[in-house]
């Protein structure tokens, strides 16, 4: 538990909630927000993309989640009890909390939760170290692990891909098959796949009642004004301003830096910024010749000019060039790695290629259809040819990008960003480096794991310090992956939604309402 950061960010909501006291809150109205990418999946354990989060979040909720900060909090359960040995973890549940069916939320289902969890999520690798999950009272949950792990609490409360509760019966349920039940203060309504996702106000709802606590990150008590939130997804930027000046939508994502000019006059639109949205990342293969070849990853990380290449990513929104795996301002951030970002010498890259095994073998570089995705692939491809790599580019909707990037097979080059990475810390990163399901498609690397193993057996910050230093530069002497640098986002909605606050990782429409 991190309470400095909890009352930090219960000051920050506060601050917010004091400045817009002066209007009332209203209850009632249908919420239209227009994404730049859709969803594969709604099923509460199986979903880890930024565009399902958006959607799903406002249904599902968890043990345990994140704050204002990215500090872990109690949000299901009253509080965690870590035991002396770091081996026990009991958490007290909240009773009379109601699931969307009208059950009462008791241990069984969050056993059978967790237990669903732990076999099919894409998250799941942060439960490696549990020994069981027992239900020994009603209302009562018990997590014994096998070995000590000092980041296990916070890979609970990781919004990623969250460890949400359902309904015990749901949890026998097969992948995707489940009645999207859960406790949040909204539920589903209908899914028309490329079409649109409707969420409605669950008044049923049973918001945490803690003296002092204030509504922060995605806990603390969530208040529901609005009927109805329907989500749409719009690739075009152009058309999803539009609607937004037509009166066809209340939010849009992903504003152009130019549009974002232009809407400062409108008096009846209003702008949020999200300096911190993602990173925008290359996957490298390293399981599939000839990005199997280290000089070949090599050359590929020094011939990429950063700064050209997030421009184009932008085009016009916030961005930051910087080599580290977590934000500026974080406590883990540091220069490791640091020499071997934006090196930006296509002389060099080719130098390195000569010493390589390539003989001019076709790489295939997939790109999502994702604007700020095909903009910096354009730049990417462009250094690339002058190399002297062959490349073939295949652009493609996000889900078929992320199904293929999860094989060895037929990729050797994936354009994709890291979101809530950056901004939860270093622990997040370890399921997409190490194990079978690691996002580079490495077959083992045991300096990378022994250094994960330091980071996760201590409590001491400055070993931590140390071990994640040798993680990030393990990840670029390996180029895992190439960093090209930190991306905002600019939101627009219409200036009568009030309460709506831009956070990372997705839309929160609870606490909003329309003036």
Same mark, same amino acid.
């Given at each position: ?24 809150? %209203? ?13 594969? +999946?709604? #099923? ?34 009253? %509080? ?32 059978? +939760? ?45 919004? =990623? ?54 509504? =922060? ?73 000839? =990005? ?94 002058? =190399? ?14 992320? +199904? ?55 409590? #001491? ?55």
């Amino acid at each position: 538990m991190k309470p400095t950061r909890i009352l930090a960010g219960a000051a920050l909501v506060a601050a917010v909630l004091a400045a817009g006291s002066a209007h009332a809150q %209203k209850k009632g109205g249908d919420i239209t927000a227009l994404l730049y990418a859709g969803l594969n +999946s709604v #099923d509460p354990h199986f979903t880890g993309t930024y565009p399902a989060r958006s959607m799903i979040l406002p249904m599902y909720e968890s043990l345990m989640t994140v704050d204002e900060n990215g500090g872990t909090i109690p949000l299901l359960a009253e %509080k965690a009890d870590i035991s002396a040995d770091g081996l026990t973890y009991t958490f007290p549940l909240r009773k009379g909390v109601k699931f969307h069916n009208g059950k009462e939320m008791t241990s069984a289902d969050v056993k059978a +939760s967790m237990e669903r969890y732990a076999k099919i999520s894409p998250g799941r690798a942060a439960m490696d170290p549990v020994a069981s999950f027992e239900a020994p009272d009603k209302y009562v949950f018990v997590i014994k692990l096998k070995t000590p792990s000092a980041s296990f609490l916070d890979r609970l409360a990781s919004p =990623t891909s969250p460890a949400t509760i359902i309904p015990e019966e749901e949890a026998a349920k097969e992948v995707n098959k489940t009645g999207n039940i859960s406790t949040g203060p909204f539920q589903f309504v209908e899914w028309i796949p490329d079409s649109h996702f409707r969420i409605k106000r669950f008044d049923g709802f049973v918001k945490r009642d803690v003296p002092g606590e204030k509504m =922060t990150g995605y806990g603390g008590p969530k208040t529901v004004h609005i009927d109805t939130v329907t989500f749409r997804v719009v690739t075009e930027a152009s058309a999803r301003i539009a609607a937004l000046e037509a009166g066809q939508a209340h939010l849009v994502e992903d504003v152009p830096g130019p549009a974002a000019e232009r809407l400062k006059s409108n008096p009846k639109v209003k702008l949020y910024d999200m300096p911190t949205f993602q990173m925008p990342v290359l996957y490298l293969n390293h399981s599939l010749g000839p =990005t199997s070849d280290l000089k070949v990853r090599q050359a590929i990380q020094a011939a990429v000019d950063m700064e050209e290449a997030m421009g184009a990513a932008a085009a016009g929104a916030p961005y930051v060039l910087q080599h580290a795996w977590v934000y500026r301002g974080h406590a883990m951030y540091s220069d490791a790695g640091k020499a071997l970002y934006n090196i930006n010498n296509v002389a060099k890259a080719k130098e390195i290629l000569k010493g390589s095994s390539y003989k001019g073998e076709e790489i295939v570089f997939n790109v999502g259809n994702l604007g700020f995705m095909t903009r910096l692939a354009v730049v990417v491809q462009q250094a690339l040819k002058e =190399t002297g790599l062959n490349v073939k580019v295949n652009t493609m909707d996000l889900g078929t990008l992320f +199904s293929i990037s999860n094989k060895d097979e037929a990729w050797h080059i994936t354009t994709s960003g890291f979101g809530s990475q950056p901004f939860l810390g270093p622990y997040m990163y370890q399921q997409i480096t190490t194990g079978p399901a690691n996002l580079a498609r490495r077959k083992g690397d045991t300096a990378l794991e022994a250094a994960w193993a330091k980071f996760d057996g201590t409590r #001491d910050m400055a070993i931590k310090q140390a071990a994640w230093n040798e993680i990030t530069q393990r990840t670029y002497d390996e180029v895992y992956f190439v960093k090209l640098g930190d991306l905002g986002m600019k939101y627009a909605a219409v200036s009568n939604l009030a309460g709506f606050r831009a956070y990372p990782g997705s839309l929160r429409f609870w606490d909003a309402w329309l003036e």
